[in-house]
Protein backbone atom coordinates (compact mmCIF):
# COMPACT_ATOMS: atom_id res chain seq x y z
CA UNK A 1 0.00 0.00 0.00
CA UNK A 2 1.41 3.46 -1.34
CA UNK A 3 0.72 6.01 1.06
CA UNK A 4 1.20 9.98 0.40
CA UNK A 5 1.24 12.02 4.07
CA UNK A 6 0.65 15.71 3.51
CA UNK A 7 0.98 17.93 5.68
CA UNK A 8 0.02 21.76 5.51
CA UNK A 9 2.14 24.50 6.67
CA UNK A 10 2.42 28.78 6.93
CA UNK A 11 4.89 29.60 9.49
CA UNK A 12 4.73 28.34 13.17
CA UNK A 13 7.95 26.24 12.23
CA UNK A 14 7.55 25.36 16.39
CA UNK A 15 4.57 22.98 15.56
CA UNK A 16 5.93 21.45 12.30
CA UNK A 17 9.03 20.43 14.00
CA UNK A 18 6.66 19.00 16.79
CA UNK A 19 4.45 17.38 14.23
CA UNK A 20 7.54 15.83 11.92
CA UNK A 21 9.22 14.67 15.37
CA UNK A 22 5.74 12.52 16.28
CA UNK A 23 5.92 11.03 12.01
CA UNK A 24 9.28 9.43 12.97
CA UNK A 25 8.13 7.54 15.44
CA UNK A 26 6.56 5.31 12.98
CA UNK A 27 7.97 2.34 11.18
CA UNK A 28 6.68 -0.36 9.19
CA UNK A 29 4.71 1.76 6.57
CA UNK A 30 5.25 2.64 3.23
CA UNK A 31 4.70 6.47 3.76
CA UNK A 32 6.19 9.48 1.76
CA UNK A 33 5.68 12.79 3.62
CA UNK A 34 5.05 15.85 1.80
CA UNK A 35 4.94 19.30 3.63
CA UNK A 36 3.21 21.79 1.16
CA UNK A 37 3.99 25.71 2.65
CA UNK A 38 1.82 28.66 2.22
CA UNK A 39 4.84 30.67 1.77
CA UNK A 40 6.32 30.90 5.39
CA UNK A 41 9.13 33.33 6.46
CA UNK A 42 10.13 31.43 9.76
CA UNK A 43 12.69 28.59 8.53
CA UNK A 44 9.78 26.05 7.71
CA UNK A 45 11.84 24.27 4.52
CA UNK A 46 15.02 24.93 6.16
CA UNK A 47 13.04 22.07 9.28
CA UNK A 48 12.16 19.67 6.39
CA UNK A 49 15.55 19.65 5.27
CA UNK A 50 16.88 18.57 8.19
CA UNK A 51 14.13 15.92 8.63
CA UNK A 52 14.66 15.38 5.12
CA UNK A 53 11.17 15.46 4.53
CA UNK A 54 9.85 16.85 0.47
CA UNK A 55 9.26 20.33 0.89
CA UNK A 56 7.05 22.14 -1.92
CA UNK A 57 6.60 26.10 -1.64
CA UNK A 58 4.87 28.19 -3.14
CA UNK A 59 5.73 31.97 -4.42
CA UNK A 60 2.82 33.55 -2.65
CA UNK A 61 0.29 32.45 0.11
CA UNK A 62 -2.98 31.46 -1.26
CA UNK A 63 -4.77 29.61 1.40
CA UNK A 64 -5.15 25.84 3.45
CA UNK A 65 -7.47 24.92 0.50
CA UNK A 66 -5.05 25.98 -2.10
CA UNK A 67 -2.32 23.25 -0.35
CA UNK A 68 -5.14 20.70 0.20
CA UNK A 69 -5.80 20.92 -3.91
CA UNK A 70 -2.27 20.58 -4.56
CA UNK A 71 -1.89 17.63 -2.33
CA UNK A 72 -4.82 15.69 -3.61
CA UNK A 73 -3.18 16.29 -7.33
CA UNK A 74 0.31 15.20 -6.57
CA UNK A 75 -1.58 11.73 -5.03
CA UNK A 76 -3.73 10.91 -8.03
CA UNK A 77 -0.71 12.01 -10.18
CA UNK A 78 1.51 9.58 -8.55
CA UNK A 79 -1.13 6.90 -8.40
CA UNK A 80 -0.69 6.74 -4.37
CA UNK A 81 -3.30 4.44 -2.38
CA UNK A 82 -4.22 6.54 0.56
CA UNK A 83 -3.68 10.41 0.87
CA UNK A 84 -3.82 11.50 4.37
CA UNK A 85 -4.31 15.59 4.50
CA UNK A 86 -3.08 16.65 8.54
CA UNK A 87 -2.44 20.37 10.15
CA UNK A 88 1.01 21.20 10.90
CA UNK A 89 -0.04 21.61 14.91
CA UNK A 90 -0.99 17.92 15.68
CA UNK A 91 0.39 14.88 17.54
CA UNK A 92 0.34 11.52 15.73
CA UNK A 93 0.39 8.52 18.44
CA UNK A 94 2.51 5.94 17.25
CA UNK A 95 -0.38 3.11 16.28
CA UNK A 96 -3.19 5.39 15.70
CA UNK A 97 -2.51 5.48 11.69
CA UNK A 98 -2.50 1.70 11.45
CA UNK A 99 -6.14 2.18 13.17
CA UNK A 100 -7.33 4.36 10.35
CA UNK A 101 -5.55 2.25 7.67
CA UNK A 102 -7.30 -1.06 8.94
CA UNK A 103 -10.75 0.61 8.00
CA UNK A 104 -9.72 2.56 5.23
CA UNK A 105 -11.56 0.20 2.85
CA UNK A 106 -14.68 0.85 4.32
CA UNK A 107 -15.26 4.20 3.51
CA UNK A 108 -13.54 7.19 1.03
CA UNK A 109 -12.96 9.56 4.09
CA UNK A 110 -11.81 8.38 7.81
CA UNK A 111 -11.11 10.29 10.71
CA UNK A 112 -9.77 10.32 14.49
CA UNK A 113 -10.74 11.45 17.88
CA UNK A 114 -9.02 14.15 18.99
CA UNK A 115 -8.68 16.34 22.30
CA UNK A 116 -12.15 18.63 22.53
CA UNK A 117 -10.08 21.85 21.95
CA UNK A 118 -8.86 20.26 18.60
CA UNK A 119 -12.23 19.03 17.26
CA UNK A 120 -13.85 22.66 17.86
CA UNK A 121 -17.45 22.03 17.82
CA UNK A 122 -17.78 18.33 16.26
CA UNK A 123 -18.72 16.80 19.59
CA UNK A 124 -18.87 13.39 18.13
CA UNK A 125 -15.03 13.65 17.24
CA UNK A 126 -13.67 14.43 21.30
CA UNK A 127 -12.48 10.96 22.50
CA UNK A 128 -14.07 12.35 25.80
CA UNK A 129 -17.56 11.00 24.32
CA UNK A 130 -15.91 7.26 24.00
CA UNK A 131 -13.77 6.96 27.18
CA UNK A 132 -13.48 7.80 30.75
CA UNK A 133 -10.37 10.49 30.22
CA UNK A 134 -9.76 13.16 32.47
CA UNK A 135 -9.59 16.54 30.36
CA UNK A 136 -6.50 17.46 32.09
CA UNK A 137 -5.05 13.91 31.08
CA UNK A 138 -5.88 14.52 27.32
CA UNK A 139 -5.05 18.44 26.73
CA UNK A 140 -1.84 17.44 28.32
CA UNK A 141 0.61 17.31 25.03
CA UNK A 142 3.20 14.98 26.60
CA UNK A 143 0.42 12.53 26.85
CA UNK A 144 -0.69 12.10 23.81
CA UNK A 145 1.32 8.62 23.30
CA UNK A 146 -0.39 7.47 26.44
CA UNK A 147 -3.77 8.44 25.38
CA UNK A 148 -3.73 6.02 22.48
CA UNK A 149 -2.18 3.37 24.32
CA UNK A 150 -5.01 3.45 26.94
CA UNK A 151 -7.71 3.28 23.86
CA UNK A 152 -5.94 0.06 23.33
CA UNK A 153 -6.26 -1.38 27.24
CA UNK A 154 -10.00 -0.08 27.40
CA UNK A 155 -10.77 -1.59 23.73
CA UNK A 156 -9.44 -5.03 25.25
CA UNK A 157 -13.27 -5.78 26.29
CA UNK A 158 -15.10 -3.76 23.95
CA UNK A 159 -15.09 -5.46 20.41
CA UNK A 160 -18.54 -5.22 20.09
CA UNK A 161 -18.43 -1.37 20.86
CA UNK A 162 -15.86 0.01 18.37
CA UNK A 163 -17.15 -0.08 15.00
CA UNK A 164 -16.92 2.98 13.51
CA UNK A 165 -19.57 6.18 13.27
CA UNK A 166 -21.00 7.70 10.12
CA UNK A 167 -20.68 11.66 10.63
CA UNK A 168 -22.25 14.15 8.16
CA UNK A 169 -19.27 16.34 9.24
CA UNK A 170 -16.00 16.60 10.36
CA UNK A 171 -12.96 17.95 11.30
CA UNK A 172 -10.38 19.11 8.98
CA UNK A 173 -7.04 18.87 11.20
CA UNK A 174 -6.78 15.04 9.97
CA UNK A 175 -8.43 12.85 7.70
CA UNK A 176 -7.03 9.85 5.76
CA UNK A 177 -9.18 8.96 2.48
CA UNK A 178 -8.57 6.47 -0.32
CA UNK A 179 -8.88 6.28 -4.22
CA UNK A 180 -12.46 6.01 -3.99
CA UNK A 181 -12.32 9.85 -3.12
CA UNK A 182 -11.64 10.60 -7.12
CA UNK A 183 -15.04 9.83 -7.77
CA UNK A 184 -16.34 13.15 -6.01
CA UNK A 185 -13.78 15.68 -7.30
CA UNK A 186 -15.49 19.10 -7.52
CA UNK A 187 -14.11 19.17 -10.95
CA UNK A 188 -11.19 18.02 -12.91
CA UNK A 189 -8.00 17.34 -10.50
CA UNK A 190 -9.81 19.18 -8.40
CA UNK A 191 -10.93 17.77 -5.05
CA UNK A 192 -12.00 20.97 -2.83
CA UNK A 193 -13.94 23.90 -4.09
CA UNK A 194 -11.12 26.74 -4.31
CA UNK A 195 -13.42 29.35 -3.15
CA UNK A 196 -13.56 27.70 0.36
CA UNK A 197 -9.93 29.48 0.91
CA UNK A 198 -9.79 28.47 4.58
CA UNK A 199 -12.31 27.26 6.17
CA UNK A 200 -15.60 25.25 5.14
CA UNK A 201 -13.81 23.18 2.60
CA UNK A 202 -14.24 19.69 4.55
CA UNK A 203 -17.63 20.49 4.73
CA UNK A 204 -18.11 21.02 1.07
CA UNK A 205 -16.66 17.85 0.16
CA UNK A 206 -18.72 15.64 2.86
CA UNK A 207 -21.58 17.20 1.38
CA UNK A 208 -20.47 16.05 -2.35
CA UNK A 209 -19.56 12.46 -0.72
CA UNK A 210 -23.03 11.93 1.22
CA UNK A 211 -25.05 13.23 -1.87
CA UNK A 212 -22.77 10.81 -3.80
CA UNK A 213 -23.69 7.96 -1.80
CA UNK A 214 -21.26 7.75 0.44
CA UNK A 215 -20.22 8.71 4.06
CA UNK A 216 -16.78 9.51 6.09
CA UNK A 217 -16.19 7.41 8.73
CA UNK A 218 -14.95 8.33 12.17
CA UNK A 219 -12.48 5.80 13.76
CA UNK A 220 -12.81 5.19 17.43
CA UNK A 221 -9.85 3.44 18.35
CA UNK A 222 -7.50 6.50 16.78
CA UNK A 223 -6.75 9.15 18.46
CA UNK A 224 -4.47 12.19 17.12
CA UNK A 225 -3.40 15.09 19.35
CA UNK A 226 -4.52 18.55 17.98
CA UNK A 227 -3.03 22.23 19.69
CA UNK A 228 -6.15 24.24 17.71
CA UNK A 229 -5.46 27.00 15.89
CA UNK A 230 -1.99 27.90 15.32
CA UNK A 231 -1.74 27.32 11.52
CA UNK A 232 -4.59 29.87 10.67
CA UNK A 233 -3.40 32.07 8.00
CA UNK A 234 -6.06 34.90 8.22
CA UNK A 235 -7.51 37.12 5.03
CA UNK A 236 -6.61 36.05 1.75
CA UNK A 237 -7.88 37.46 -1.53
CA UNK A 238 -8.95 34.59 -3.89
CA UNK A 239 -6.64 34.53 -6.85
CA UNK A 240 -5.98 31.31 -8.74
CA UNK A 241 -2.82 30.37 -10.81
CA UNK A 242 -1.72 27.24 -12.29
CA UNK A 243 0.70 25.00 -11.00
CA UNK A 244 3.57 26.68 -12.64
CA UNK A 245 4.06 28.98 -10.13
CA UNK A 246 4.74 26.34 -7.55
CA UNK A 247 8.71 25.04 -6.70
CA UNK A 248 9.98 22.12 -5.84
CA UNK A 249 13.03 22.01 -3.19
CA UNK A 250 14.70 18.40 -2.49
Known amino acids: MKILFVITTYNQSFYTKLCLESLMLIDNLNIDILVIDDCSTDGTKNICKNFNIKFLGKDRPCGLT ?13 KYDILILSN ?8 SL ?15 LSNRKGIGNR ?14 FVDDQSNYQLVQKQIYDLNENRLNELSPI ?38 ELNDRV ?32 DLSRYHEID
Open 88 to 95: NDILLPKY
Open 210 to 241: LKGGSYSLLCKKAFVYHFKGVSFMGDLDDERN
Open 166 to 203: RMKKFSGFFFLMNKEIEKFEYSKDFLFDPSKINVGNED
Open 98 to 112: YEMISISIESPIICP
Open 123 to 136: KWQSVHEYYPFSKQ
Open 66 to 78: DSWNIGYQYFKKN
